[in-house]
């Protein structure tokens, strides 16, 4: 079983307009109008000053650590509110490897461990395995509200094709939750764009803040649920990818989870432009060799994925005939006339080796067909 890690960098590649850990700081401190040099007693390390201000220092009197509690949790806030309204500037249009990589994942079954508080996988996920809603992509269980006071759990049903595992281990910023004060076996509650706002204005959204003391949100039973699962995952893996996470040197945490759960003899990838990454990467596994590392997400995907073929018929318009999307590019063969094959078995000939085909729908409504070939070896 492939087991895949996603940090920050790999939202960053997916869209420019996703933060970094590096560039967070300096947005929270600007949302929350707090000065630009609040982070230098912590080396400029917003993790660290979360830490602090989200902890009771014994050396503060009971008032100023009310004070920072406060504090704390607008920046949590805040943070939510900078990665939605950086999403929400994403372009619709994604890079053509995310499809090929997802499907290829798909394909794989495998099990995907994100530290990434955004939907942009999820958008993905769902559009290619054909999900209802993002409730059919978590391993978690929901609950929904609805305008008529019942409540319902998306997240149990089977998405329509087989879907990789998705465990979103620091939370997510449309799931929602009852505040700091909430009961640790409190379920989240899924938001949808559908669900009036209304219903969910007594909840706070439930994201992980990147503090270097996460205790109080592990205590919540559907998270600690999500990082035992992660774990035996880890702990099954033939193989372990690592996109966009770099192994900060502060997030012991994360270090000591990957290093204790995955076997020595399990091969391990790096995507990251980072050689630092890479070299702390190989040092939390000194008795194996070089883990595999790719700088971008591209070269990745173009050294590991299948090619993804979409196929479909258009009848109509300036351009009538078969048309073919090989890795996000076009091409077309005009119409033959009645005799043209149908596009499954036009596609089951081009690509013996590859699975059956997918009936899928393009965003126009087109009908089309999809087929992922074999990966490269």
């Known amino acids: 079983m492939k087991v895949v890690l996603l940090g920050a960098g790999f939202s960053r590649a997916i869209s420019p307009e996703m933060p970094l850990m590096k560039q967070l700081g300096p947005l929270v401190l600007e949302r929350l109008d707090l000065p630009a040099d609040t982070l230098s007693p912590f080396g400029g390390d917003v993790e660290a000053w979360l830490g602090h201000l989200g902890s009771d220092e014994p050396w503060l009197e009971?008032?100023?650590?009310?004070?920072?509690?406060?504090?704390?949790?607008?920046?949590?806030?805040?943070?939510?509110?900078?990665?939605?309204?950086?999403?929400?500037?994403?372009?619709?249009?994604?890079?053509?490897?995310?499809?090929?990589l997802v499907a290829q994942w798909s394909h794989e079954k495998a099990t995907i461990l994100t530290f990434n508080y955004d939907t942009l996988l999820e958008r993905a996920l769902a559009?290619?395995?054909?999900?209802?809603?993002?409730?059919?992509?978590?391993?978690?269980?929901?609950e929904q509200r609805q305008p008529v006071d019942a409540?319902?759990?998306?997240?149990?049903?089977?998405?329509?094709?087989?879907?990789?595992?998705?465990?979103?281990?620091?939370?997510?910023?449309?799931?929602?939750?009852?505040g700091e004060r909430a009961p640790s076996t409190e379920r989240f509650v899924l938001r949808e764009d559908h669900i009036p706002p209304y219903l969910h204005e007594d909840l706070s959204p439930f994201v992980v803040p990147p503090a270097s003391s996460k205790s109080h949100y592990y205590d919540r039973a559907p998270l600690r649920v999500q990082w035992k699962r992660a774990a035996a995952a880890l702990r099954e893996a033939t193989a372990v990818d690592v996109i966009g996470y770099s192994f900060p040197p502060s997030d012991s945490g994360t270090r000591t989870f990957l290093g204790t759960n995955t076997g020595e003899s399990v091969p391990l990838t790096l995507v990251d432009p980072s050689p630092e990454a890479h070299s702390r990467l190989n040092n939390m596994f000194p008795n194996r060799g070089e883990a595999a590392w790719f700088e971008s997400v591209e070269d990745f995907v173009e050294a590991t994925c299948g090619d993804l073929v979409i196929a479909w018929r258009e009848n109509r318009g300036e351009h009538p005939g078969l048309h073919m999307e090989v890795n996000g590019i076009r091409s077309m063969e005009p119409r033959q006339g009645d005799s043209d094959p149908s596009l499954r078995d036009r596609l089951r000939e081009d690509y013996p080796g590859a699975g059956e085909p997918i009936e899928v729908t393009l965003p126009n409504g087109t009908q089309a067909w999809r087929l992922l070939s074999p990966a490269k070896s």
């Open 151 to 178: 409540a319902v759990y998306p997240s149990g049903g089977p998405a329509l094709r087989e879907s990789p595992a998705l465990y979103k281990l620091h939370g997510s910023v449309n799931w929602l939750h009852g």
């Open 62 to 100: 009971d008032s100023d650590n009310l004070r920072s509690r406060a504090l704390f949790v607008d920046g949590v806030q805040a943070i939510h509110d900078i990665i939605v309204e950086a999403q929400s500037r994403t372009e619709e249009e994604t890079p053509p490897w995310l499809q090929r």
């Open 127 to 142: 559009e290619v395995v054909g999900a209802r809603g993002f409730g059919d992509l978590y391993q978690i269980a929901l």
